[in-house]
Nanobody, 124 residues
Framework: QVQLVESGGGIMQAGGSLRLSCAASGRTFSIYFMGWFRQAPGKDREFVAGIRWSGVGAYYADSVNGRFTISRDNTKNTMYLQMNTLKSEDTGVYYC?????????????????WGPGTQVTVSS
């Protein structure tokens, strides 16, 4: 079991920046890939960014590529999402998750452990 807790959400004007954090605890030695997802009201949960827990490899949704940066600090078992040039369409609940299935990293079904989420609201 891995426990996840997100933090850093809030309300920001369009064009601003926010940094989300995701602290992992429990069986963190089993983590090999983590991701950020978001869900807007009335919409499906969608992939935002993902990162390999060791080595090199970061992946982004087209909608955030060039604006968001995913990173990790293995010594703190923490993952981050730096969000710049925020847009109103970035509004939603942001979740971090641990990937456990060796299939499509963009699919929520590939992730078994989820945090409770943190709300991000971007006002235009």
């Amino acid at each position: 079991q891995v426990q996840l807790v997100e933090s850093g959400g809030g309300i920001m004007q369009a064009g601003g920046s926010l940094r989300l954090s995701c602290a992992a605890s429990g069986r963190t030695f089993s983590i090999y890939f983590m991701g950020w997802f978001r869900q807007a009201p009335g919409k499906d949960r969608e992939f935002v960014a993902g990162i390999r827990w060791s080595g090199v490899g970061a992946y982004y949704a087209d909608s955030v590529n060039g604006r968001f940066t995913i990173s990790r600090d293995n010594t703190k078992n923490t993952m981050y999402l730096q969000m710049n040039t925020l847009k109103s369409e970035d509004t939603g609940v942001y979740y971090c998750a641990v990937k456990t299935a060796s299939v499509n990293y963009k699919s929520p079904a590939s992730y078994a452990y989820w945090g409770p989420g943190t709300q991000v609201t971007v006002s235009s």
